[in-house]
T-cell receptor, first 114, second 116 residues
Framework: GDSVTQMEGPVTLSEEAFLTINCTYTATGYPSLFWYVQYPGEGLQLLLKATKADDKGSNKGFEATYRKETTSFHLEKGSVQVSDSAVYFCALLYSGGGADGLTFGKGTHLIIQP | GAGVSQSPRYKVAKRGQDVALRCDPISGHVSLFWYQQALGQGPEFLTYFQNEAQLDKSGLPSDRFFAERPEGSVSTLKIQRTQQEDSAVYLC??????????????FGPGTRLLVL
């Protein structure tokens, strides 16, 4: 079945460092891909999404490109801030059979130190 | 308007008790989803409604889990005879539905269930 694999955490970086969180997927067909973020004490929020190959999603300085050839959707940010500390989830959505349920990775805990 | 709300936020149950978890989706959202998130894991899909119709319940882990959305708005997830392995955060999400291919799901804060 469909699955998402993302890098294990925690990932600890200094403020202003470059961030990459790897995400790869296996899926039948052509899923839509998402990054969700969960800040401490809050619910899941959509960070960005891409619906087809070569699409780039971007928001709040984060971006990710849908790479069909490598089945990847890596999250990047050029200069992280302490406020980016959160858990990041990569997810896919494959609309087959009317299910429409998201398939999530296990999450990557990001810690940004001042 | 208001986002997705869930109640209670926390629930402690003794093993064998029945629990009911409530979800109020965003007004006008056709689609409603339930997910289960174990500690340190990503959410896992449980079930999906389009209006009042339950179109997919393939993720429900056992017949002790039951969900309903009788009027196409508020939904209740019921767990009968709770077991310790049911301890998790239960997330509800809603979306507009319709023809958009990647319908954004908006999540509630979750209900943290602890079964003793």
């Amino acid at each position: 079945g469909d699955s998402v694999t993302q890098m294990e955490g925690p990932v600890t970086l200094s403020e202003e460092a470059f961030l990459t969180i790897n995400c790869t997927y296996t899926a039948t067909g052509y899923p839509s891909l998402f990054w969700y973020v969960q800040y401490p004490g809050e619910g899941l929020q959509l960070l960005l999404k891409a619906t087809k190959a070569d699409d780039k999603g971007s928001n709040k300085g984060f971006e990710a490109t849908y790479r069909k050839e490598t089945t990847s959707f890596h999250l990047e940010k050029g200069s992280v801030q302490v406020s980016d500390s959160a858990v990041y989830f990569c997810a896919l959505l494959y609309s087959g059979g009317g299910a429409d349920g998201l398939t999530f990775g296990k999450g990557t805990h990001l810690i940004i130190q001042p | 308007g208001a986002g997705v709300s869930q109640s209670p936020r926390y629930k402690v149950a003794k093993r064998g008790q029945d629990v009911a978890l409530r979800c109020d989706p965003i007004s006008g959202h056709v689609s409603l989803f339930w997910y289960q998130q174990a500690l340190g894991q990503g959410p896992e899909f449980l079930t999906y409604f389009q209006n009042e119709a339950q179109l997919d319940k393939s993720g429900l882990p056992s017949d002790r889990f039951f969900a309903e959305r009788p009027e196409g708005s508020v939904s209740t997830l019921k767990i009968q005879r709770t077991q310790q392995e049911d301890s998790a955060v239960y997330l509800c999400a809603s979306s507009l539905g319709g023809r958009e291919r990647a319908k954004t799901q908006y999540f509630g804060p979750g209900t943290r269930l602890l079964v003793l």
